[in-house]
């Protein structure tokens, strides 16, 4: 017998990995466990907001640097795609309390940096200005740029303008401190001490975060930003993109002035972007795959059963749950968007190798038992930086996903409320032009958006109407209107 985590393997008959529990109970123990966190007697506050990772044996925090500025980012990520497809409004207010933690421990105005987040924190604290690597009163630029698209994001949710606001500051501190950038100077340094605006450390090919905050303010209105974004945007493709040098997310990982590192999540998360954006590549169809072999040749382990896992890092050399899973879902997105049944395989198997990750008490090891990290979970990696990414999987894959139970699996807009009931779904959307994807147990007669009914197609267009598979019980949805009833029979 083979374990992985305690969990027996699961093969098929072509001794192919498959998943110990499906993804739908992965995601449900992972995010019940953080509704239930434990908390710190000291200050009361869930261990999510002070520490990085903590022990299972016994349960206690692991006293190592935190993360809050990418970790709460991460955390919209993964309310603004369970939240669809759940709707328990109780992940709304558990990240709300996140985000507000951030902001109130921002960056002094007068700081050459100023009314910026902190990308680390001494642990055990809830109290944020800087830890090692990073060095205390230094940052990290592309987790400004993070957290500020999370702050949009979490705006389009909930409509609050204060965290529209502070994104929009945090977009002006990054535009003022742009350079041209080179091969060895990406547009925004890595590190930065936030005092007197001293560069730390020079290079990040994580640019990508810097994009998709211009992005989402250009979308709402903000046009100013063009330049900035076509500026990084065009970096990107010049320099990473070509000489393979994607480095610099990590905030715990010591400094690196020679840019000797590589990590996968630069690559997957450009990757990702392009399929999201082909408009902005016009070579995408050779560079997505590209990037995906650059991830699987130089941080791919062995195949474990035809599945691939993923190390993080060269600095750190550990294959874990949640850069296998990022794979996995840019590989089914991939798969979706060319029809390549290859990349259906790959994602399904690194999927699959993932779930061995999660246990019955809803924790999450960050990667295989021994040797690697025994016993270690972490918020990112287990949680925030993991349930996302099956999400994202089950909408490219939605074989994948619960045939039992009703989901909305993606979701072009934030989805600000989901009422699911028996043959009766409704939502609504922060945009009115948004299209989803569902899975249902039910057969679908009419899509009512704000009062139009829409009209049955066989093949989706750019016109509002909505079509349903009935071999997958897919449903997807095209509307003008921001509020929608599904009707079934």
């Known amino acids: 017998m083979i374990y992985i985590n305690n969990h ?96 109130a421990y921002h960056t002094p105005t007068h ?51 204060r965290y529209l606001d502070a994104a929009r500051h945090c977009a002006k501190v990054l535009v003022a401190k742009m350079r041209a950038g080179d091969a060895t100077h990406s547009p925004l340094p890595f590190r930065v001490d936030v005092r007197d605006g001293r560069v730390i450390e020079e290079y990040t090919g994580d640019m990508i975060q810097a994009v998709r905050l211009f992005d989402a303010l250009i979308r709402l209105g903000d046009a100013k930003y063009i330049h900035a974004r076509d500026a990084v945007w065009n970096w990107i493709l010049q320099y990473p993109m070509r000489n393979g040098m994607w480095k610099g997310y990590f905030e715990d990982i010591r400094l ?94 690194s999927f699959n190798w993932a779930t061995y990750m999660a246990s ?25 930086d993991y349930v996302p990414h099956f999400i994202d999987g089950m909408a490219a894959l939605p074989e994948t996903a619960p045939r039992d139970s009703d989901h909305l699996l993606r979701a072009s807009s934030a989805v600000q409320a989901i009422d699911y009931a028996p043959l009766n779904i409704r939502y609504r959307t922060f945009d009115a032009q948004a299209s989803e994807t569902l899975r249902l147990t039910f057969e679908p007669t009419r899509v009512i958006a704000d009062g139009v009914e829409l009209p049955k197609t066989e093949l989706m267009g750019d016109e509002p109407g909505w079509s349903f598979d009935s071999a997958l019980n897919v449903m997807r949805v095209r509307h003008a209107s921001r509020n929608i009833e599904i009707i079934g029979n």
């Open 111 to 161: 700081f050459e940096w100023g009314g910026v987040p902190y990308a680390s924190a001494h642990p055990g604290t809830g109290i944020y200005f800087g830890a090692r690597a990073d060095g205390e009163y230094a940052t990290e630029p592309d987790k400004i740029a993070q957290a500020a698209r999370a702050y949009v994001d979490f705006y389009e949710l909930t409509e609050e303008t």
């Open 256 to 349: 690196d002035p020679d840019n000797a590192n590589r990590d996968q999540l630069s690559p997957l998360e450009t990757a990702r972007y392009i399929l999201q954006n082909p408009a902005r590549d016009a070579n995408w169809r050779d560079d997505v795959p590209r990037l995906l072999a650059w991830v699987r040749d130089n941080l791919g382990a062995a195949p474990f059963y035809t599945a691939t896992p993923i190390h993080e890092q060269k600095f750190c050399w550990h294959v874990m749950g949640s850069h296998t899973v990022r794979y996995a879902s840019v590989c089914a997105l991939w798969a979706e968007t060319a029809g390549d049944a290859s990349y259906r395989e790959r994602a399904l198997r």
């Open 360 to 384: 019955d008490d809803g924790t999450v090891t960050v990667g295989i038992d021994r040797p690697d990290y025994y016993n270690q979970c972490w918020f990112t990696d287990g949680y925030f």
């Open 8 to 103: 027996e393997i699961v093969l098929d008959e072509h001794e192919r990995l498959e998943p110990w529990a499906s993804y739908d109970r992965v995601i449900w123990l992972a995010m019940n466990f953080i509704k239930h966190c434990p908390r710190n007697p000291r200050n009361d506050l869930p261990w999510y907001m002070q520490y990085s990772c903590f022990w299972t044996d016994p349960l206690r925090p692991t006293i190592w640097p935190d993360n809050p500025a990418g970790k709460f980012a991460w955390a919209v990520t993964t309310l603004l795609k369970y939240f669809p497809y759940l709707g328990d409004r109780a992940f709304i207010d558990l990240t709300r309390a996140m985000l507000d933690r951030l902001l």
